[in-house]
């Protein structure tokens, strides 16, 4: 009997054990700012990279990241994802984890379109559009020439406010239109609040709060209350927009599932000349008695394929809110039996 191993089986276990082989390259780029602003602060866009991809991002100084990974597909999709995201460091847009999340599922065909949907509010802030069903939204905002009316309904956290209003915030800088006009029903989410102390202003503008929020992160608090004393933002409750002719503005009907039919044709047909108007809201999170019906729901199924009016629908993949947003959209969705 051998006493000898045999050596081909020793070769081959030796080989099992080995770890596999990690390859290495390194991207140079121009600005080494630039490159801070793309790692996020404690490098936590650089996390996401990783965790989403599945290489290891280091960034030694000047200006250089070094991708690390197994797969040649890893490193070459997260090449993609840093070039897109110091694109966009370049453009001084918002980088955090959404963005970065958005951009490691885009292909190149996406990411080049991206930077065609971005919204510009001069001596304010920019936006781009981070998923499939934002860009499509902001070019329907940007449209003019064939709708008028715009529809963005969707889950919480697809951004469909806060594109409206940062896109309203810039006609009204460009002066394309004169005024800026906001509106939402002013109805309870589920809790009775009693009576609110205060004037009428006092009253409403709790529930106004998301609204203001976003012309905040459009124009900046200085100039959003310039522009709210000289009357060229106006935020007000739906009731309010009855018996008006709105001429000459950007008009945005927020929340609307919270409408009834009554309020939702009464507030479409405000449009004057000159003006354009968006309407957004989540048909699946309406606050009125369940025996009332959403006037958003109603506008959505007669309104379809009417000329001049856009629909865009966003799922439970444009949201860019925290991660576990479209995880528990995902969940209530199954639970209702859409998912």
């Known amino acids: 009997m051998s006493r000898n191993p045999k050596p081909s089986q020793s070769k081959s276990a030796s080989r099992a054990r080995r770890p596999q082989r990690q390859a290495s390259e390194t991207l140079h780029f121009e600005d080494a700012e630039l490159v801070r602003a793309v790692a996020g602060p404690g490098h936590e866009n650089f996390a996401v990279v990783e965790r989403e991809l599945g290489v290891r991002l280091e960034a030694p100084g000047g200006g250089q990241v070094v991708v690390t990974g197994p797969e040649a597909r890893g490193r070459t999709d997260a090449r993609r994802v840093l070039n897109a995201l110091y694109s966009r460091a370049e453009q001084n847009l918002q980088i955090d984890p959404a963005a970065v999340r958005a951009a490691c599922v885009m292909d190149d065909a996406d990411a080049g379109e991206e930077v065609d949907s971005i919204i510009r509010v001069p001596r304010g802030s920019s936006f781009a559009a981070r998923t499939n069903g934002q860009r499509d939204y902001v070019r329907m905002l940007k449209d003019d020439r064939s709708y008028d009316m715009v529809f963005g309904v969707g889950p919480a956290g697809t951004g469909k406010t806060l594109l409206a209003v940062a896109y309203g915030a810039s006609r009204l800088a460009l002066g394309e239109v004169e005024r800026l006009i906001i509106t939402r029903p002013a109805v309870e989410a589920g809790e009775r609040l009693g009576f609110l102390p205060g004037d009428l202003a006092e009253k409403i503008d709790p529930y106004l709060l998301p609204i203001w929020d976003s012309l905040r992160d459009a124009l900046g608090q200085r100039v959003s209350d310039k522009m709210r004393e000289e009357g060229r933002v106006?935020?007000?409750?739906?009731?309010?927009?009855?018996?008006?002719?709105?001429?000459?503005?950007?008009?945005?009907?927020?929340?609307?599932?919270?409408?009834?039919?009554?309020?939702m044709r009464m507030v479409l047909t405000r449009l004057g000349e000159g003006s354009r108007m968006a309407v957004t809201g989540d048909p699946?999170?309406?606050?009125?008695?369940?025996?009332?019906?959403?006037?958003?729901?109603?506008?959505?199924?007669?309104?379809?394929?009417?000329?001049?009016?856009?629909?865009?629908r966003f799922t439970r993949a444009d949201v860019v809110r925290h991660d576990l947003v479209a995880q528990i959209v995902e969940a209530y969705e199954r639970a209702e039996g859409k998912g």
């Open 234 to 263: 106006e935020v007000a409750p739906l009731a309010f927009m009855r018996g008006r002719t709105l001429n000459r503005a950007f008009v945005i009907c927020d929340e609307a599932q919270n409408a009834t039919v009554a309020q």
């Open 284 to 312: 699946s999170q309406t606050d009125l008695h369940p025996r009332e019906p959403s006037g958003l729901a109603h506008a959505l199924k007669i309104l379809e394929g009417v000329p001049r009016i856009g629909i865009n």
